[in-house]
């Protein structure tokens, strides 16, 4: 059999799936420097906290880096073929702090400067248009010697950063993302060791969080004031929270949680406070002692849309001797992705509902949804990926579920363009519409790349006749 009709007989229609969103919906994908990037001694690129954490010895599975990763910084023009020939109207890419100011502070790196233009002026060429991250993690070494996101001066420092790149790059964006998933860097980061820096300190990563916010503030100040043109927003990971019982102490842990993870980032952002929930949980490890005055009219000032990352639900139930929120959690089953993440689309139906009912009338973007697999090339030299299929029908089915009930969702940018380096998980989870062999750099796009496709050239057909 060949692959074109292995993969057409794994196709089903998806013309009433696409039919289910609106005519101008953007349909992305999603990548960020350094878990594709490689070449991370070249270019005048400096240390990140991700060197630092993928070298030492035991943090990162098998002593993985992203060292060479997919190579993509001299492979991105025939990266940026395949991604025209996948059909995308929309591509999310992060650039990298190290590269542009390898030291923290100072002028920019004129190759990185120039990597990056070129970057998106091939975008421009293939008729893809750019959603720019300034911030997906990789923190320049030399800041997190100097206290990391922990020290409000890093907030500054990314202020500087971002003015500097906007004043370069401005002109060949218009959309743009402070911050990707604060909860991250702050929490994983800093309060249980999971990501770079590798620290394990609850009030840390608590103090991380507000200056993270504080961070996305001052960016969006630095570029209101350079351009009244360029949309921006902030992504924030939201997850799905339910409590294990219907006993008052596993709903209490509950909300504990979403004050944690969800509300500490999404309530100064579009409500302007920290609710009386996050202070309740987090004042104990020195929230309110880091709020300074002004600082929530800088992080509440009006952006143009949000960015959802979504990936998971999860149950919590309380647990007293469980520090530091006297809580336990795990995923909601049935977990089936290869992360032992949850597969539950309707929870993405749940959270943009949430964001659009409880925080923001703003246009909302799925920047990142998607999954793992074990995913391999069989003997036909295909990557069959039918779970993911399942996985991108059913999130995007949530997806559209959500615009039917009133949810101004505008686009969706599934995670990821190419297999990739998942940070602590090095190369052992692929989350690719695009496999990649790493010896050999060869891209093999999945039977998610060609589904996808299917979608999006449907949704343009049936576009293009609502028109004529
Ligand atoms: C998100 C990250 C992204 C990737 C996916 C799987 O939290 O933003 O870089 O690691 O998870």
Not at 38 to 53: M, V
Not at 320 to 345: D, K, M, N, Y
Not at 411 to 428: I, M, R, T
């Amino acid at each position: 059999m060949t692959t074109e009709s292995r993969i057409a007989r794994q196709l089903d229609a998806t013309a009433s799936l696409s039919a289910s969103f609106p005519r101008d919906f953007r349909w992305g994908l999603a990548t960020a420097a350094y878990q594709i990037e490689g070449a991370a001694d070249e270019g005048g690129r400096g240390p990140s906290i991700w060197d630092t954490f993928a070298y030492t010895p035991g943090l990162s599975h098998h002593g993985d880096t992203g060292d060479i990763a997919c190579d993509h910084y001299h492979r991105w023009e025939s990266d940026f073929d395949l991604l025209a020939g996948l059909g995308i109207t929309d591509y999310r890419l992060s650039v990298s702090w190290s590269r542009l100011q390898p030291a923290g502070h100072g002028p920019l790196n004129p190759e990185a400067v120039a990597f990056y233009s070129a970057q998106l002026s091939g975008l421009a060429e293939r008729g893809i248009r750019p959603l720019v991250t300034l911030y997906h993690w990789d923190l320049p070494q030399p800041l997190e010697d100097a206290g990391g996101w922990p020290a409000r001066d890093t907030s500054y420092r990314f202020a500087e950063f971002t003015r500097l790149v906007f004043k370069q790059l401005g002109h060949l964006a218009t959309d743009w993302i402070t911050l990707n998933e604060p909860w991250c860097s702050a929490f994983l980061g800093y309060g249980n060791a999971a990501h770079a820096p590798g620290l394990a300190d609850y009030g840390s990563a608590v103090a991380a969080a507000h200056h993270l916010n504080l961070a996305h503030g001052l960016a969006l100040r630095e570029i209101r004031d350079m351009s009244t043109t360029a949309r921006v927003g902030i992504t924030n990971i939201v997850t799905d929270i339910a409590p294990a019982s219907d006993s008052a102490d596993d709903a209490a842990a509950a909300l504990r949680l979403d004050a944690a993870s969800n509300r500490i980032f999404l309530d100064p952002v579009y409500l302007g406070a920290y609710s009386a929930e996050v202070h309740a949980t987090l004042d104990r490890f020195g929230l309110a002692s880091v709020v300074q005055p002004g600082d929530l009219e800088i992080i509440a000032a009006p952006t143009d849309f949000a960015g959802i990352n979504h990936y998971q639900r999860v149950i919590a139930w309380a647990d007293a001797r469980a520090l530091p929120l006297g809580l336990r959690e795990r995923a909601a089953e049935p977990a089936t992705t290869s992360f032992g993440w949850s597969v539950i689309p309707e929870s993405l139906t749940a959270v943009l509902q949430r964001v659009s009912a409880e925080f923001t009338s703003l246009p909302l973007y799925v920047t990142e949804n998607g999954a793992s697999y074990d995913d391999y090339v069989d003997p036909n030299g295909d990557v069959m990926d039918i779970e993911r299929v399942d996985y991108l029908r059913g999130y995007l089915g949530a997806a559209a579920a959500a615009i039917g009930l009133g949810v101004d969702l505008r686009g969706y940018y599934a995670w990821s363009f190419l297999d990739n380096f998942e940070w602590a998980h090095g190369y052992s989870k692929r989350f690719g519409l695009v496999y990649v062999d790493y010896r050999t750099q060869e891209r093999i796009p999945k039977l998610s790349a060609h589904w996808y496709r299917r979608l999006i050239t449907e949704h343009q057909a049936a576009a293009a006749v609502a028109t004529d």
